[in-house]
């Protein structure tokens, strides 16, 4: 159980377009879910929190108008990079705290992982 | 100062020694603490909680230093499937309910056969 998936894996797009990642729990519900953003040669940075039914939390210097963050049910959160960037070309994370019974509610389970590049 | 701290390494060991990781964080209020492996172009995967009072898994072993604000992951008997970038994770769970993990950037282990 607690699967995470993410589609597309990877994406290549042009400077100035749009780009949606989505995020899902297979097998279980997740009321929040997480978003990173990895660097290479550096650490995973949180870049917003996604609850629900509610506006996502974003971490200080991360652009809400930029990176849309829709929740709309109990398995499935997108991040949308707007007017992305070369910048923007980034290893994308999602995680998910589960709230079914038999997982551990504390913990995050990740999903693969978007490469974007931007070019 | 980075809130979490880690060796980046790399380390490189033969197989079957035993080799100490070590992470520093500057929260004291932190709540959880955590090993992450992340394998090269891959996402993140829980190896291990870590508790204060030291916690084992197989080969592996976790401790907590609270006071010192230290983390510490021994494995031993390495393994060439162990090669993998460690990860020291902080969870920490604002005054308004928010739960963040902080990610330290990780230690490169390559064993060698």
């Known amino acids: 159980g607690a699967v995470v998936s993410q589609h597309p894996s990877w994406v290549i797009c042009k400077s100035g377009t749009s780009v949606k990642i989505e995020c899902r729990s297979l097998?279980?519900?997740?009321?929040?879910m997480f978003w990173y953003r990895q660097f290479p040669k550096q650490s995973l940075m949180l870049m917003a929190t996604s609850n629900e039914g509610s506006k996502a939390t974003y971490e200080q210097g991360v652009e809400k108008d930029k990176f849309l963050i829709n929740h709309a049910s109990l398995t499935l959160s997108t991040l949308t990079v707007t007017s992305a960037h070369p910048e923007d070309s980034s290893f994308y994370i999602c995680?998910?705290?589960?709230?079914?019974?038999?997982?551990?509610?504390?913990?995050?389970?990740f999903g693969p992982g978007t490469r974007l590049l931007v070019l | 100062r980075k809130e979490v701290e880690q060796d980046p390494g790399p380390f490189n060991v033969p197989e079957g020694a035993t080799v100490a990781f070590n992470c520093t964080y500057s929260?004291?209020?932190?709540?959880?603490f955590f090993w992450y492996r992340q394998d090269c172009r891959k996402e993140p995967k829980l190896l291990m909680s870590v508790y204060s009072s030291g916690n084992e898994d197989g080969r592996f072993t976790a401790q907590l230093n609270r006071a010192s604000q230290y983390i510490s992951l021994l494995i031993r008997d390495s393994k060439l499937s162990d090669s993998a970038t460690y990860l020291c994770?902080?969870?920490?769970?604002?005054?308004?309910?928010?739960?963040?993990?902080?990610f330290g950037t990780g230690t490169r282990l390559t064993i060698i056969p």
């Open positions: 097998d279980f519900q997740a009321t929040t």
């Open positions: 929260n004291s209020a932190s709540q959880s």
């Open positions: 994770v902080v969870r920490t769970i604002s005054n308004f309910g928010n739960e963040k993990l902080t």
């Open positions: 995680s998910a705290r589960a709230v079914t019974s038999g997982l551990d509610g504390e913990t995050q389970y």
